[in-house]
């Protein structure tokens, strides 16, 4: 059995938090006007600053949004408010924040495949096919456009 007690359903339920967010962020992004560093901000500000590393398994996952989190935090030593890392976020260059499109993009794909394994009937990635993700082409619209 792949969950039993108490807190590994817990745990289940955070995946589900992290793919919802991750999945918002995504669409903040399509969604928001302005520069990479502006849609990259509005994201955070809305829905990645609510992500922690508790919400994703252990391992490779949790060590790539760890990863994406301390390349957006590096650009705001020192400072831990979310208008300050916001505000850092404008001063990345916009390969970098191309870079981390692409990693928060392919992270959210990672979850959702994650969760397709744990619970088939409860994702919309279809694990055998790979369905590609509803946010390819959008993301692939702002990341051409630059």
């Not at 589900?16 to 990479?36: H, I, N, W």
């Not at 030593?77 to 993009?105: F, N, R, T, W």
């Given at each position: 059995?792949?969950?039993?007690?108490?807190?590994?359903?817990?745990?289940?339920?955070?995946?589900?938090?992290?793919?919802?967010?991750?999945?918002?962020?995504?669409?903040?992004?399509?969604?928001?006007?302005?520069?990479?560093?502006?849609?990259?901000?509005?994201?955070?500000?809305?829905?990645?600053?609510?992500?922690?590393?508790?919400?994703?398994?252990?391992?490779?996952?949790?060590?790539?949004?760890?990863?994406?989190?301390?390349?957006?935090?590096?650009?705001?030593?020192?400072?831990?408010?979310?208008?300050?890392?916001?505000?850092?976020?404008?001063?990345?260059?916009?390969?970098?924040?191309?870079?981390?499109?692409?990693?928060?993009?392919?992270?959210?794909?990672?979850?959702?495949?994650?969760?397709?394994?744990?619970?088939?009937?409860?994702?919309?990635?279809?694990?055998?096919?790979?369905?590609p993700h509803p946010f390819d082409d959008n993301?692939?619209?702002?990341?051409?456009?630059?």
């Amino acid at each position: 059995m792949l969950f039993s007690g108490r807190h590994n359903v817990a745990k289940f339920d955070a995946f589900y938090y992290a793919d919802e967010k991750l999945r918002a962020v995504l669409l903040s992004m399509v969604s928001t006007g302005g520069t990479l560093q502006d849609k990259l901000a509005s994201a955070y500000e809305s829905d990645l600053r609510h992500l922690h590393e508790r919400y994703f398994p252990i391992g490779d996952l949790r060590d790539k949004f760890n990863q994406i989190m301390a390349t957006i935090r590096k650009w705001s030593p020192g400072k831990s408010s979310v208008k300050d890392i916001a505000a850092g976020i404008g001063q990345i260059d916009d390969a970098a924040v191309l870079a981390i499109i692409e990693d928060l993009k392919t992270l959210t794909i990672q979850v959702a495949d994650h969760l397709a394994v744990l619970s088939p009937f409860k994702t919309e990635i279809d694990v055998k096919t790979h369905i590609p993700h509803p946010f390819d082409d959008n993301l692939r619209g702002i990341i051409g456009s630059h």
